[in-house]
């Protein structure tokens, strides 16, 4: 079974088609990084997975099922909107808002809500974080409290929407690394949202490249090549590699680094 | 000798000031939590022209100030992130605050409890209006238990909770109507112009002081009412106006609270440099 399978998906968004005649697949259990541009559909893209936006065309099957609001199967971590530096909730208390948040009532846990909170921050490795305030972490420790509270309710298939946004390298490094070790882990699918390929080379089993209204899927060597992201971009782009990184130029412009822009 | 519990009008300020310290603490909790505390500020302008129109045709100024609060706060809560516009905010409150001015001018027999409506009298409170803001604080309680779990998750992370199936828009806009009602009544408190001093300042101090959600609201709870209490009796011995009291106490419990979160925080950073 495939974790994801679009069949001829056209989405739109506020009247504007963002994909048009899209088909791909992807594996369970394969890590895929999702790239493109900003505005080039990524977010769109999860939300119609997560079925919170019904394709104008095509049909969209995840884990076998057609897409459904509220599927708990699927891991999300939304791209951060807001800082959370004024929030004075604990890591714990943020991770157990996700477990049953969705019920009436005053916010008590139950014990089988926290043992999901816990079990998610010990495999992200984050239990020391568990008792400090939300304000209190840095951007790094911030971003695994996310990536733990996606994980509540062992999902099978995560979709990460820019979770290496406003990290230094080594950061980035140290949740991608993360993100690939669980996925393997619990042998899920993961979709992982990111503006640059360079970080994710160490990871990704293949790339989902959106643009133009149209998407490449492959392998890094297969996608990230001048034929194929001229087409996406639908102007002429050079694919230059050095010392293992991989540079995206549109004549002089180099089309990926500062792209720290949120999107939808 | 006379103590400050011998006059009635005292002991029905301690009592309105209880129940709205209880209320504004829990509410405003919330309100600072989803950065929404321009609500509590922008209901309460809306609020002005209520009370005023009511004096006007002959009802009672509270019934047309939360009429007018509700219908604001169900209003912004439908529009979500649109009601988050500047201008045109600062446009909706100034000409309200218009209104309420052109509303007293027809209507010159109640300019004298203008300053009421905008500042607050809580020493000219009724028992029945107390008896009112309690009947009202049991329904906001209620009805804050009932959406809190939801709300909190919506608060937090908003497009996670929509994914998880969440009616994020009927939960805020259930929540506009409490912080509405809750705004009514903290305006007989501080009026109109002030209603940020009990909505706001005790919940921004809480949440610096606390990592839980239940410690936060409690600790929100107990810092408005101690405010409002400590207020009354300074403005009993002082003879100057409890509102000016309840904005200075909230005011410097914010400024305290982050001082006192700032050397907690400073020998924890010291630590996470020492070992990396």
Redesign the interface.
């Known amino acids: 079974m495939n974790a994801i399978e679009f069949d001829k998906v056209t989405l739109t968004y506020g009247g504007r088609r963002v994909l048009s005649d899209v088909s791909f697949s992807i594996p369970q259990g394969a890590f895929v990084g999702l790239l493109g541009a900003n505005g080039a559909g990524k977010t769109t893209m999860l ?1 119609a997975i ?3 936006i019904k394709p104008a065309g095509g049909a969209i099957s995840v884990l076998g099922k057609p897409p459904t ?2 599927n ?1 199967d ?1 891991g ?4 951060a ?2 800082a ?1 530096n ?5 890591g714990l ?2 991770v157990l ?2 477990a ?8 008590v846990a139950s014990a089988a809500e926290k043992e999901a909170a816990w079990k998610a921050l010990e495999a992200i490795g984050a239990t020391d974080l568990a ?3 939300l ?2 972490l840095s951007g790094g420790e911030r971003q695994r409290i996310l990536i733990a ?2 994980l509540i309710g062992d999902p099978q298939l995560l979709l990460l929407d820019e979770p290496l946004i406003s990290l230094d390298a080594a950061h980035q490094r140290a949740i991608i690394d993360l993100v690939h070790e669980i996925g393997e882990r619990l042998g899920i699918a993961v979709l992982f949202c990111s503006h640059e390929i360079n970080p994710l080379l160490r990871a990704v089993d293949r790339v989902l490249y959106l643009g133009n209204g149209k998407a490449a899927i492959g392998s890094v060597d297969e996608v990230i090549s001048g034929p194929v992201l001229s087409k996406l971009y639908g102007t002429h782009i050079n694919v230059v590699r050095v010392a293992g990184r991989i540079f995206v130029m549109a004549d002089d412009v180099e089309l990926e680094s500062g792209a720290h822009v949120h999107d939808l | 000798m006379s103590t400050i519990f011998d006059y009635e009008f005292m002991r029905n300020a301690f009592y309105a000031c209880t129940i709205v310290g209880i209320v504004s603490g829990a509410v405003g909790y919330f309100l ?2 989803r ?1 929404q505390t321009f609500a509590g500020h922008a209901l309460a302008h809306v609020g002005f022209p209520g009370a005023t129109g009511a004096g006007l045709i002959g009802l009672s100024p509270f019934f047309g100030l939360t009429v007018f609060t509700i219908v604001a706060g169900i209003g912004i809560g439908l529009l979500g992130e649109r009601a988050h516009r500047d201008v045109a905010i600062g446009i909706v409150l100034t000409l309200s605050l218009g209104l309420g001015l052109l509303f007293l001018h027809f209507y010159t027999a109640f300019a004298s409890q203008a300053t009421n409506v905008l500042f607050g009298n809580v020493l000219g409170i009724s028992l029945r209006t107390v008896i009112v803001l309690a009947v009202l604080a049991v329904a906001i309680l209620a009805a804050l ?6 709300l ?3 608060s ?11 009616p994020i828009n009927l939960v805020s806009t259930l929540f506009m109507v409490l912080v509405a009602v809750a705004t009514s009544e903290a305006v007989q408190i501080v009026g109109v112009l002030l209603v940020f001093a009990l909505m706001v300042a005790p919940a ?1 101090t ?8 239940a410690a ?1 609201v409690l600790t929100s709870i107990a810092l408005a009412v101690v405010i409002a209490w400590i207020s009354l009796s300074l403005a009993f011995l002082t003879d100057w106006p409890t509102s000016f009291w309840i904005t200075a106490l909230g005011a410097a419990a914010y400024v305290v609270s982050g001082m006192a979160r700032r050397s907690a ?1 400073a020998p ?1 950073a010291r630590l996470a440099d020492g070992n990396p």
Do not use: C, K, N
């Not at chain 1, 004024?86 to 604990?90: A, K, Q, R």
């Not at chain 1, 049953?100 to 916010?107: S, T």
């Not at chain 2, 238990?145 to 939801?150: E, K, M, Q, T």
């Open positions: 939300r997560l079925g919170l609001r509220g708990a699927i999300y971590m939304p791209q909107r807001r959370l004024d929030v004075g909730i604990s208390d943020f808002s996700a049953g948040g969705h019920r009436w009532g005053w916010p008792r400090r305030p304000a209190e509270q996606s | 600072v939590l950065g238990v009932l959406i809190a779990r939801p909190l998750f919506a937090l992370q908003p497009e996670l909770a929509e994914a998880r199936g969440v921004a809480a949440l610096r002081l606390t990592s839980g959600v936060g925080a924890r």
